[in-house]
């Protein structure tokens, strides 16, 4: 049989056709599986990553957490440890400033109450009749003994007003700077007993010794009410009080 050349170019043709053909079915089939296989291993891929990352970052949180807790504990250690030393010291410091001072406020007070660092005042009261109010101040800058009964001298009487001795305190009246102790006069007795009665215009408070025995340092000079003050024989003078009213009770 002669084959013409049409023929044989058709031939020729489809043969060329069916080899185009089944390269890009090739071709189409080799994409179709790169594709997929990605996709086969995004599972695995996401599940390593969740599993692997997810212990990595609690693990790695874990491990910062307690790095960062210790660091923390050991900051607070460090900080409780200075805070107690400078409370320790500031605690020795403030004890022996302390002792120093509290030494030599709180020593055993000798200086006497005298009329040099000691202010004087008299007062009239209501109650009880014919009694007057003394108070003493300290105007020093140290402490000082308000020892006994302040010694009285009427203008320029001799004898020293009669001390009440029921009066008698059981300790000493020691004054601190500003502070004041107390004295009760009864000028005249209620009922008249009295004798030797006249009107002083001054008075002379002196103070006592530490022995009770006499009069130390100068006396002081309280002004007196006006137009004076009467007293007789009759007259008495408390010991030095702590208050006012105790100075008043009898």
């Given at each position: 049989m002669r084959i013409t050349?049409?023929?044989?170019?058709?031939?020729?043709?489809?043969?060329?056709?069916?080899?185009?053909?089944?390269?890009?079915?090739?071709?189409?089939?080799?994409?179709?599986?790169?594709?997929?296989?990605?996709?086969?291993?995004?599972?695995?891929?996401?599940?390593?990553?969740?599993?692997?990352?997810?212990?990595?970052?609690?693990?790695?949180?874990?491990?910062?957490?307690t790095h960062a807790q210790g660091a923390r504990a050991t900051n607070a250690s460090a900080s409780g440890a200075s805070g107690t030393s400078g409370s320790k010291s500031t605690g020795r410091s403030g004890t022996q400033q302390h002792g120093s001072g509290g030494g030599a406020d709180s020593g055993p007070v000798t200086t006497a109450c005298t009329g040099a660092n000691v202010k004087v005042t008299v007062t009239k009261v209501d109650r009880p009749i014919n009694h007057l109010l003394l108070t003493a101040t300290n105007t020093g800058s140290k402490p000082c003994n308000a020892y006994s009964a302040p010694y009285l001298r009427w203008d320029e009487g001799q004898a020293a007003t009669t001390i009440l001795e029921e009066s008698k305190p059981q300790a000493v009246r020691t004054l601190k700077p500003g502070e004041s102790a107390y004295a009760g006069i009864m000028t005249e007795s209620a009922d008249g007993s009295g004798n030797s009665g006249y009107t002083a215009h001054k008075?002379?408070?002196?103070?006592?010794?530490?022995?009770?025995?006499?009069?130390?340092?100068?006396?002081?000079?309280?002004?007196?009410?006006?137009?004076?003050?009467?007293?007789?024989?009759?007259?008495?003078?408390?010991?030095?009080?702590?208050?006012?009213?105790?100075?008043?009770?009898?």
């Open positions: 050349r049409s023929a044989t170019r058709v031939l020729a043709s489809a043969a060329v056709l069916t080899a185009a053909l089944s390269l890009t079915a090739c071709q189409n089939d080799t994409k179709d599986t790169g594709s997929q296989a990605p996709a086969a291993s995004t599972q695995p891929s996401a599940g390593g990553q969740d599993g692997a990352a997810g212990p990595g970052k609690d693990g790695g949180a874990k491990e910062s957490d008075l002379a408070v002196f103070f006592a010794d530490r022995a009770g025995q006499g009069s130390t340092g100068p006396a002081a000079n309280p002004t007196l009410p006006k137009g004076g003050i009467y007293t007789d024989s009759s007259a008495w003078v408390t010991y030095w009080q702590t208050t006012a009213a105790d100075a008043l009770t009898w």
